[in-house]
C-alpha cells in the first residue's frame, strides 16, 4: 500500500522567477512585476524561455542508474562525479527530469570520466586526477555544477591580520589599519588596486589624517589661571545658539539637563568671570554648545575655518583633566563627549576616540554602568546618569568600529536598565534601538571582524548570525517606524532618519569583508574576466545583493534629505553613511555590475557631497577626492560591457524548485495590491516606504542561504 501522508500542504508555485529572485534564490510571487522589485523599485525582468542543461548521456544513466538503485534499497558504491556537489536525492530526480542528452558523448566513456554511481549521503568525496568540467546551456553559455557553494576564499576576513594591517604613512609613520575602520578600508582598497597598476603605482592614496580638513588648536589653561570670558555673544543670541544647538543634535542633545543649563547659563550672564572660574566644566559645556550653534546656522566657512571655531578652542584648554575628573564626574563626561563629538565633525578622528573613551571611563568610574537606585542616590542624579552613559556607551560603540579599535566595555559588566525600561516615550524606545544597534555593532567586530585561529574560517557562520540579529532588529525597527512615524513628514525626522541609516550602515558593515574578498577574485582574473565580472556562487550573490539595497537607501534617504534642506553638513554621521555607501558600490560596480539595477548612486553621492560642500562641510572635499582617486583607478578593472547577468548569475542544477523559481506562498504579504507607483522625489521618497528595512523575512532567508552545513566546496579549491 503507498505510504501517504494525510493532511500534507500542497503549496502552488509560480511558473517562473524573475532575474533578480533566482540571483538571489528567494521566492518570487511570479507576477510582472514580481512583489520584490516592485517594493524596491527596480525594474523586473523575466527569462524569455526556460533554460535547459546539456549534459553527457553518459552521465544522465549513471544518475538512471543511481535513481533505481535508491528506490530498490540496493548497496551503492561510495563514488561521486567530480563536478557535481549535489545536496539530496531529489535533486539527482530533478536533473534527470530537466536534463538534455547530449550525443556528443558516447556511453562507453563513463569510466574515462570518472562518473560513477553516489552513496546516499552525497557528500563531496576524495578528489578525482582530472579536471571538472563545464557544460553549456542552449544559449552556449558555460555552466558548473558546481556554483552553489561558497568559494573557499569568502569563508576568512581579508580585513584582519594581513599583510596590510600595518601602513607606512608619507612621514615615515606606521598606522595601524584597523579591521572595520572606513578610513583604514579606503587605503586597503586604493593601495591594492594600485599595486596591480603601475601607472598608478606611483600616486599614492590620499592619508587624510588627523587635521587635514581643520586642526583643532588649544592652549592649555595654566593652574590658577581664570578662563576667558571675552567675546561672548549678547545672552538671547547666545540662547538662540544654544536652542539651534539641542534642535540640531537630535537625540543627542539628552545629554545636556536643558533646565539646567538655562539656570547655569543665566547665573552666567549675572557674572561671568565669578561662574566662568566657579564651574569651569560646566563653563567648557557652555562654549562647545555655542561653537555647535554657530556650526548649525552658518552656511559656509572662513579661511577653512568653521564658524565658531574660537569657542571650541577655548572649551578645549578648559576639559577636565585626569586629575580633577573625580569632582564633577557628571559634567565631566557631558563636557568630554561634546568635545569628542566636536573633534569626529572636523575629522580629528584619533582625538574624538581618545575623548569619548576618557568619558566612558569617567562613567565606569562614577557607577553609571550600574544601576543607580532611586530611593538611595535621588530620582534627578539617578535619571541624569543612565542618560548620559547611554549616550556615552552608543558613541563609543560606534566610533570603536569607525576607528577600527576594540570595545572599552562589556556588556556583562553594565546593569543599568535600558532607557525603554526607565520610560515608555518615543525617545526613550528610540534610544533603545540605538542602544541594540550598538550592541549588534560590537558583536560584528568581535565575530565578523575576529581576531585569533578561533575566527579561522568562520566568516560565513559569523556574518549568518549577525543577518538573525538583524532580523530580529528589523522587527522592533519596523514597528516604530510604523506606529510613531506614519507620515511622510514625521520619517523624516532627525529620529527616524538616524535609526533607519543606522540599522543600513550595520549590514554595509557587516558584509564590507565580502566585498573585499570578491575585489581581490576579480582583480587576480583581470586578465581574463574584465569584460564580464566575475562569477559569484548565489548565497554570496544574495548578500553581496542586501548589501546593494542598503546603501542604495542610504543614498537615496540623504538625497531626499538635501533636496529639503535637511542635510546634516557639519555632524559626522550622515556624510560617513554616504562615503561608505558609494565607496562599496563603486567596488560592486567593478566586481558584479548585474547586481546593481538602479544606477542613479552616482548622481545621488555627487549631490549628496557637493549640498554638504556648498553648506560648507570641510570633510566632504576629502571624501570626494578619495571617491574621484577610487573610481579612477577601478577604471582599468570595470566590465566592458558592465556586466552580463545572464553569465554572472549561476543555474543551479539539483536544486528543488520551490527554492529556484520561488512560489507565490509566503510573498502574498509583500505585494503591491493595486498601488499607484510613488515618485520618490522630496516628502515621497519617504511616503513610498523608501526608507524600510530589510524585512525579518528576507534577512532569515539570507541567512538560511549561509548555512555553512548545505554550501558544499570542493577541497581542491
Not at 527616524?496 to 574578498?517: E, F, K, N, S
Request: proline residues 6%; charged residues 20%; contains cysteine.
Amino acid at each position: 500500500m503507498p505510504n501517504r501522508q494525510s493532511g500534507s500542504k500542497i503549496r502552488k508555485k509560480c511558473p517562473k522567477a524573475c532575474n533578480r529572485c533566482r540571483s538571489m534564490k528567494v521566492k518570487c510571487s511570479g507576477k510582472e512585476p514580481c512583489a520584490r522589485c516592485e517594493r524596491k523599485k527596480v525594474t523586473c525582468q523575466f527569462p524569455a524561455t526556460d533554460r535547459r542543461i546539456s549534459i553527457p548521456e553518459s552521465y544522465l544513466r549513471e544518475l538512471e542508474n543511481r535513481k533505481n538503485g535508491l528506490e530498490l534499497g540496493l548497496p551503492l558504491a561510495d563514488e561521486r562525479p567530480p563536478t557535481r556537489y549535489l545536496r539530496s536525492t531529489s535533486s539527482a530526480s530533478a536533473l534527470i527530469g530537466h536534463a538534455t542528452i547530449d550525443n556528443s558523448t558516447s556511453p562507453a566513456t563513463s569510466e574515462q570520466d570518472g562518473i560513477g554511481v553516489i552513496g546516499t549521503d552525497l557528500t563531496p568525496g576524495p578528489s578525482v586526477d582530472h579536471q571538472p568540467q563545464d557544460y553549456r546551456d542552449d544559449d552556449g553559455i558555460e555552466t558548473s555544477f558546481g556554483l552553489d557553494r561558497v568559494e573557499p576564499v569568502f569563508k576568512q576576513n581579508p580585513l584582519v591580520d594581513n599583510d596590510y594591517t600595518f601602513a607606512q604613512g608619507a612621514n615615515g609613520r606606521y598606522w595601524y589599519m584597523g579591521p572595520s575602520s572606513s578610513w583604514a578600508f579606503c587605503r586597503r582598497v586604493l593601495s591594492l588596486v594600485g599595486k596591480h597598476l603601475p601607472d598608478a603605482g606611483c600616486e599614492q592614496p590620499p592619508w587624510h589624517l588627523d587635521g587635514s580638513a581643520f586642526r583643532m588648536q588649544r592652549r592649555p589653561l595654566c593652574y590658577g589661571e581664570a578662563p576667558d570670558v571675552s567675546g561672548l555673544p549678547p545672552s538671547d543670541f547666545a540662547l538662540f545658539l544654544v536652542k539651534t544647538a539641542m534642535f540640531s543634535l537630535g537625540p543627542l542633545a539628552k545629554l545636556v539637563d536643558e533646565q539646567d543649563f538655562l539656570r547655569n547659563m543665566e547665573e552666567l550672564y549675572q557674572d561671568a568671570p565669578a561662574k566662568a572660574k566657579r564651574c569651569t566644566h560646566w563653563y567648557s559645556l557652555f562654549l562647545l554648545m555655542l561653537a555647535f550653534g554657530k556650526a548649525f546656522i552658518s552656511s559656509g566657512s572662513k579661511d577653512n575655518k568653521p564658524p565658531g571655531y574660537q569657542y571650541a578652542s577655548r572649551a578645549m584648554s578648559l576639559l577636565p583633566d585626569m586629575a580633577g575628573i573625580d569632582y564633577e564626574p557628571v559634567v565631566s563626561a557631558q563636557a568630554l563627549t561634546l568635545a569628542a563629538l566636536y573633534y569626529q565633525s572636523v575629522d580629528m578622528r584619533v582625538a574624538a576616540f581618545h575623548h569619548i573613551g576618557q568619558a566612558l571611563r569617567v562613567c565606569v568610574l562614577a557607577g553609571m554602568h550600574r544601576h543607580m537606585r532611586e530611593d538611595v542616590v535621588g530620582v534627578a542624579h539617578s535619571r541624569r546618569c543612565h542618560i548620559v552613559f547611554w549616550i556615552v556607551y552608543v558613541l563609543d560603540r560606534d566610533w570603536s568600529a569607525l576607528i577600527g579599535a576594540t570595545t572599552s566595555i562589556r556588556d556583562e559588566d553594565i546593569s543599568t536598565k535600558l532607557p525603554s525600561e526607565m520610560d515608555s516615550s518615543l525617545d526613550a524606545l528610540a534610544m533603545t534601538l540605538h542602544v541594540r544597534l550598538s550592541r549588534l555593532t560590537a558583536r560584528i567586530l568581535t565575530t565578523v571582524y575576529g581576531v585569533g585561529k578561533n575566527f579561522d574560517g568562520t566568516l560565513i557562520s559569523d556574518t549568518q548570525s549577525i543577518l538573525r540579529n538583524l532580523a530580529d532588529l528589523s522587527r522592533d525597527l519596523n514597528s516604530l517606524i510604523s506606529t510613531h512615524f506614519q507620515d511622510s513628514i514625521s520619517k523624516a525626522s532627525r529620529t527616524a532618519t538616524r535609526l533607519i541609516l543606522g540599522y543600513h550602515h550595520c549590514v554595509v558593515l557587516t558584509t564590507r569583508p565580502q566585498i573585499m574578498c570578491a575585489l581581490h577574485m576579480h582583480i587576480e582574473h583581470a586578465t581574463t574576466q574584465v569584460s564580464y565580472g566575475i562569477n559569484l556562487s548565489p548565497p554570496v550573490a544574495s548578500l553581496i545583493q542586501a548589501c546593494v539595497d542598503s546603501a542604495q537607501t542610504v543614498l537615496r534617504t540623504l538625497k531626499a534629505l538635501a533636496d529639503q534642506d535637511l542635510l546634516e553638513s557639519f555632524l559626522p554621521f550622515q556624510i560617513e553613511y554616504a562615503s561608505s555607501s558609494g565607496f562599496l558600490l563603486h567596488l560592486i560596480t567593478v566586481i558584479c555590475p548585474h547586481l546593481i539595477q538602479d544606477h542613479t548612486w552616482r548622481d545621488n553621492i555627487d549631490h549628496i557631497l557637493d549640498t554638504m560642500i556648498t553648506k560648507g562641510s570641510l570633510v566632504a572635499p576629502l571624501r570626494k577626492v578619495e571617491l574621484g582617486q577610487l573610481e579612477q583607478k577601478l577604471s582599468a578593472f570595470t566590465p566592458l560591457g558592465g556586466g552580463r547577468p545572464d553569465l554572472q548569475t549561476p543555474i543551479v542544477v539539483g536544486v528543488d524548485a520551490e527554492t529556484s523559481e520561488g512560489h507565490e506562498e509566503g510573498s502574498e504579504g509583500h505585494e503591491n495590491h493595486g498601488e499607484p507607483m510613488i515618485d520618490e522625489s522630496g516628502w515621497d521618497h519617504f511616503a513610498a516606504n523608501a526608507m524600510t528595512v530589510l524585512s525579518p523575512t528576507e534577512l532569515l532567508d539570507l541567512a538560511e542561504q549561509l548555512d555553512v552545513d548545505c554550501l558544499l566546496y570542493p577541497p581542491h579549491l
